[in-house]
């Protein structure tokens, strides 16, 4: 007969599930990190990664394109400046945004 309750697990039950992925411990500080962050703290936050990728990805490319720097060149070269740049500041938004994540800062 199925018994309606779940079965208790153990700290060594080999059992697959949530509860092995991660060390309690790490699990309990990632979810107090989590909570210490104010609201203030958070909306600056938010407003600081959408201002970096809005240049990094929209106005810095397309400004690039239009000046002079490149206003002699082919156009398969400028396109592959302005892709480089953007993927550059891609990149690194995506890294810093990791660390900053590891860190606990946002």
Known sequence: MHSPLPRQQSASDPSPGVRGLLPE????????RRASISQGRAMLSAVGIVVYFGVT????????LRSSLLAGANT??????????WGIGFGFGIWALRRAQDRGWI
Request: hydrophobic residues 50%; aromatic residues 4%; charged residues 15%.
């Open 25 to 32: 411990q790490e699990r309990i500080d990632s979810v107090s």
């Open 57 to 64: 990805t929209v106005w810095l490319p397309s400004a690039l």
């Open 76 to 85: 398969n070269v400028s396109d592959l400046v302005t892709l480089a740049v």
